[in-house]
């Protein structure tokens, strides 16, 4: 597997593509088939991911096999802090530690911008994704229920691990 940051149109083209399939996959047992169509459009698509890296300090790591997208990470660097704002795999490729080496590049992303910790949020009905993270020394530091339009809402625990 090899990592590099999303660079081109045709990298945001590729991700936008690889973060619908996984939402329509993965979020259909925890939030409604409503939600995610609405999320991928406002979070995840071509446009909104664009906008995510030109607009708002947003940087995406691609995970490659060969020519072949199978995961992305998010990351947008705060005040202390980097907000870990996406993790996601292809089906086919989540059990074999891959998402560990995206944990791991974006630590060491967090680490070169001198934060003191990585957060994220996590849907409180993820169970797999809340595992995984306290397995990795993330803490649950604070619930919170944010309204993200046309009657949504994302009902999750922020999660949080202080760097060395």
Request: charged share 30%; hydrophobic share 35%; with cysteine.
């Amino acid at each position: 597997m090899q990592i590099r940051k999303c660079q081109s149109d045709e990298d945001i083209q590729q991700l936008a593509k690889l973060a619908n399939e996984i939402w329509h996959e993965y979020f259909i047992d925890i939030i409604s088939f409503e939600q995610i169509e609405y999320m991928v459009e406002k979070f995840q698509s071509y446009p909104a991911l664009k906008k995510a890296i030109e607009e708002e300090q947003y940087t995406y790591f691609l995970a490659f096999e060969e020519t072949e997208l199978i995961g992305y990470c998010g990351v947008k660097p705060e005040k202390e802090r980097l907000f870990l704002s996406k993790l996601y795999l292809r089906k086919d490729k989540r059990g074999q530690g891959l998402a560990s080496y995206l944990l791991k590049e974006a630590i060491k992303f967090a680490k070169e911008q001198n934060k003191q910790a990585i957060y994220l949020t996590c849907n409180k009905y993820n169970q797999h994704s809340l595992d995984v993270y306290h397995g990795k020394g993330f803490q649950d530091i604070d619930a919170v229920q944010t309204d993200i339009g046309r009657g949504f809402i994302m009902d999750d625990y922020i999660l949080e691990k202080v760097l060395s």
